[in-house]
């Protein structure tokens, strides 16, 4: 009667411990998902510069070749421009030259033959440098042009890039704005499965209160194996299966009130304690133990109408023990089903 009144005093504390792991819960999944937006926003941001670069290179390529094109052609223009002035300047003496010719015509008429001849000779001197001169003037009329091309080419070609800085800048604003929309949903929505985790907990423990071998530590809700199952077995006996019933009927509860959106799962843990098996059985190890009890909870709840799509077991064997050491008190802490509401 002594050990009764002292598990009632137990059960009447106030239990601060899960609304404490909860905003724990809460702070690790915030801080892992701004990790995750992190390491999303820095792939794109590589993408993004990886293709800006890529542009960068050829509009600097295409650059370079018409400064090359553009080079030559003004070397080009140069040597016609001073072959034009050699021209002139041979043309200036044709004409002096016929001047004077013509002088000395009208002086002598003894040498008027040669005279004439010699005008006559310089007069088609006269006409191939100018028609010399004339495809001179078209080719670098046509020298123009092109290099009006080049320019306009360069033109496109600094367009194109800042265009391309333009879209980087965009880019990077979608990026930023993304994370904080995916951020704030985030929140919002831990924060609302962490709210359904809690009233689910509260109406567990109301409906299963009397009893000091079902407890909550942490964000799970724990059953010894002995409320469940017998020594050694995967087979729940009668009394765990009306535990398992009112589990099943809260769970049911709590489906209809989580939105559809919020993709919960209840995840079923099935622990031993570290003593082995005898090994001759159908169970070799508490390996296969702890994952055939969690597994047959899990069928227990879905016969009970759980949908199957909200459950998830597990088996820990004795690797994640709640106490150490070999006392009777320890090991039968150890050997448990746990329960947590989670995200799949």
Same mark, same amino acid.
């Given at each position: 009667?002594?050990?009764?009144m002292?598990?009632?005093?137990?059960?009447?504390?106030t239990?601060?411990?899960?609304g404490?792991?909860?905003?724990?819960?809460?702070?690790l999944?915030?801080i892992?998902f701004?990790?995750?937006i992190?390491?999303l926003?820095?792939f794109?941001?590589?993408?993004?510069?990886?293709g800006r670069?890529t542009v960068l290179n050829?509009l600097n390529?295409q650059?370079s070749?018409?400064?090359?094109?553009?080079a030559?052609?003004r070397?080009s223009a140069?040597?016609?421009?001073?072959t034009?002035s050699g021209?002139?300047a041979?043309l200036?003496d044709?004409t002096?030259e016929?001047?004077?010719?013509?002088a000395?015509?009208a002086?002598s008429?003894?040498e008027?033959d040669?005279?004439?001849?010699r005008?006559?000779?310089?007069?088609?001197?006269?006409?191939d440098?100018k028609?010399v001169?004339q495809?001179a003037?078209?080719q670098?009329e046509?020298?123009?042009?092109?290099?009006g091309?080049l320019?306009r080419?360069l @033109?496109?070609?600094n367009?194109?890039l800042?265009?391309a800085? @333009?879209?980087?800048?965009?880019?990077?604003?979608?990026?930023?704005s993304?994370?904080k929309?995916?951020? @704030?949903a985030?929140?919002?929505?831990v924060?609302e499965?962490?709210?359904?985790?809690?009233?689910f907990?509260g109406?567990?423990?109301?409906?299963l209160?009397?009893?000091s071998?079902?407890?909550?530590?942490g964000?799970?809700?724990?059953?010894q194996s002995e409320?469940?199952?017998?020594?050694?077995?995967?087979?729940i006996?009668?009394?765990?299966q009306?535990?398992?019933?009112k589990?099943?009927?809260?769970?049911?509860?709590l489906a209809v009130?989580?939105p559809d959106?919020?993709?919960?799962?209840?995840?079923?843990?099935g622990?031993t304690?570290a003593r082995?098996?005898?090994?001759t059985?159908?169970l070799?190890n508490?390996w296969?133990?702890?994952?055939a009890?969690a597994?047959s909870v899990v069928r227990?709840?879905?016969e009970q109408?759980?949908d199957p799509k909200?459950l998830v077991?597990?088996?820990?064997?004795?690797?994640q023990?709640?106490e150490?050491?070999e006392?009777p008190?320890?090991?039968a802490?150890?050997?448990r089903?746990?329960l947590?509401?989670?995200?799949r």
């Open positions: 009667m002594a050990g009764g002292r598990a009632r005093r137990r059960n009447q504390g239990d601060y411990w899960p404490f792991v909860d905003a724990m819960a809460t702070l999944l915030v892992i701004l990790l995750s992190f390491m926003a820095q794109f941001l590589s993408q993004q510069l990886s670069d050829r390529a650059i070749e018409l400064t090359q094109l553009l030559l052609e070397a140069r040597e016609l421009e001073d034009i021209l002139e041979s200036g044709a002096s016929k001047d004077r010719l013509l000395l015509l002086n008429s003894g008027a040669e005279a004439g001849g005008a006559a000779q310089l007069e088609t001197l006269l006409d440098e028609q001169s495809r003037l078209a670098i046509l020298l123009n042009q092109q290099i091309a320019r080419q @033109a496109a070609a367009a194109a800042e265009a800085e @333009a879209k980087e800048t965009q880019s990077q604003a979608k990026i930023a993304l994370g929309r995916l951020n @704030a985030l929140v919002q929505r924060q499965l962490s709210r359904y985790r809690s009233d907990f109406r567990l423990r109301e409906i209160s009397q009893r071998d079902i407890r909550v530590v964000d799970r809700f724990v059953f409320v469940l199952f017998g020594s050694g077995s995967e087979d006996n009668p009394e765990g009306v535990e398992l019933k589990l099943a009927d809260a769970i049911k509860e009130q989580i959106e919020i993709n919960w799962v209840l995840r079923v843990d622990h304690d082995p098996l005898s090994g059985g159908r070799r508490n296969e133990l702890s994952a009890r597994i227990y709840l879905i109408g759980v909200r077991a597990a088996g820990f064997g004795e690797f023990p709640l150490e050491g006392t008190d320890a090991l802490k150890n050997r089903i746990e947590k509401l989670t995200e």
